[in-house]
């Protein structure tokens, strides 16, 4: 490209070509002069890519459908209150724990985690339970919420209020709707209530009352908030 002015041209205009010309001229220099490593580049970042999408193709997929394939009877022995074989397995089947450790990385062994949560609760060992809700990454919105709900309830077997009332909060916050939401505002609202936090406990209460008028809690919340609202002044 020629950086000669024409005289026909205004000034502005000029210029504007000259700079335009050092800069094509400028980038035709960095390539050159730099070619070999923006070559090395950009065949670093296609390997990256590529083993990327080779992990998920050829081990992040199979080792998902196996986990998938595996984790069944778990379920079946979770449903019928066989925990300990839930949990172990038996002698031809994985349990949850050996599908959360194995396969953590899929969605079956994090839905294992949650079904490791609820057993733990029921067995009584509620730091295990809080261990295992906090593993459980679920990508099924309820369920996701449930174990972070579910924490809480295995903070306050812990004796440890403070950090559940935070955890049911969190979950009544995470998903909007009639099953969740009110429960979890309604385990957070006692906590306050049991704590003497008058105003937090009426504010939730009151919250499920308004929102959530139909919900299963409405009606015992709007008597919790009256409760509260009078002690408190």
Not at 6 to 19: L, Q
Not at 142 to 161: C, K
Not at 209 to 231: C, V, W
Request: aromatic share 10%; glycine share 8%; proline share 3%.
């Amino acid at each position: 490209m020629s950086n000669k002015i024409n005289p026909h041209e205004t000034t502005e205009t000029a210029s504007k070509d000259v700079d335009l010309g050092e800069v094509y001229s400028r980038t035709e220099h960095f390539i050159e002069d730099n070619k070999k490593a923006i070559t090395i580049g950009v065949v670093g970042i296609l390997v990256v890519v590529g083993g990327l999408l080779g992990y998920k193709k050829f081990i992040a997929e199979p080792k998902a459908k196996e986990a998938a394939e595996m984790v069944w009877k778990a379920e079946y022995y979770f449903e019928i209150d066989s925990l300990d074989k839930a949990l172990n397995g038996d002698d031809q089947w994985p349990g949850f724990a050996t599908i959360a450790s194995d396969y953590s990385s899929t969605p079956s062994g994090n839905l294992a985690n949650y079904y490791m949560g609820a057993i733990y609760m029921q067995k009584g060992d509620f730091q295990a339970a809080l261990d295992s809700y906090q593993k459980a990454d679920l990508e099924d919105d309820v369920l996701r919420v449930m174990a972070v709900g579910n924490q809480g309830d295995a903070l306050v077997e812990l004796g440890r209020a403070d950090e559940a009332v935070k955890q049911f909060e969190k979950a009544a916050n995470m998903e909007t709707n009639e099953f969740t939401t009110p429960m979890f505002l309604m385990k957070a609202g006692i906590l306050h209530h049991q704590a003497a936090n008058w105003s937090a406990a009426a504010k939730t209460f009151n919250r499920i009352a308004k929102e959530f008028p139909t919900s299963t809690d409405a009606n015992q919340a709007r008597k919790y908030a009256g409760h509260a609202e009078a002690m408190g002044g």
